[in-house]
């Protein structure tokens, strides 16, 4: 199971970034797939996620500015990320379990900042 997540980047506060999550080796219509992010010094911290079906839960500090859909035929999953706050500012990984199994992607950096 490979994931990877892209997209991230160096965005000024108020802005928006969509991030990408491609899956491979996993079938990714059944799974529910999360976004978590972490910074240095916290705790990880669960963002979002989807279930197979399309049902999307969100972490109270993004509500109403992330949006997380996906593709389960092209097997991706995005988060679009509205209203950017510096503290929003972290290393965001998708993951998932698998037959038992939590994956985790290579991150991707997302840095708010004036």
């Known amino acids: 199971v490979q994931l990877q997540a892209s997209g991230g980047g160096l965005v000024q506060p108020g802005s928006s970034l969509r991030l990408s999550c491609k899956a491979s080796?996993?079938?990714?219509?059944?799974?529910?797939m999360y976004w978590y992010r972490q910074t240095p010094g916290k705790e990880r911290e669960l963002v979002a996620s989807?279930?197979?079906?399309?049902?999307?839960n969100y972490a109270e500090f993004v509500r109403g500015r992330f949006t997380v859909s996906r593709d389960n035929v092209r097997r991706t999953m995005s988060l679009q990320m509205n209203s950017l706050l510096p503290e929003d500012t972290a290393v965001y990984h998708c993951?998932?379990?698998?037959?038992?199994?939590?994956?985790w992607g290579r991150g991707t950096q997302v840095t708010v900042s004036s």
């Open positions: 080796g996993v079938n990714f219509a059944i799974t529910t």
């Open positions: 993951n998932t379990i698998y037959r038992g199994t939590t994956f």
């Open positions: 989807a279930t197979a079906e399309g049902d999307t």
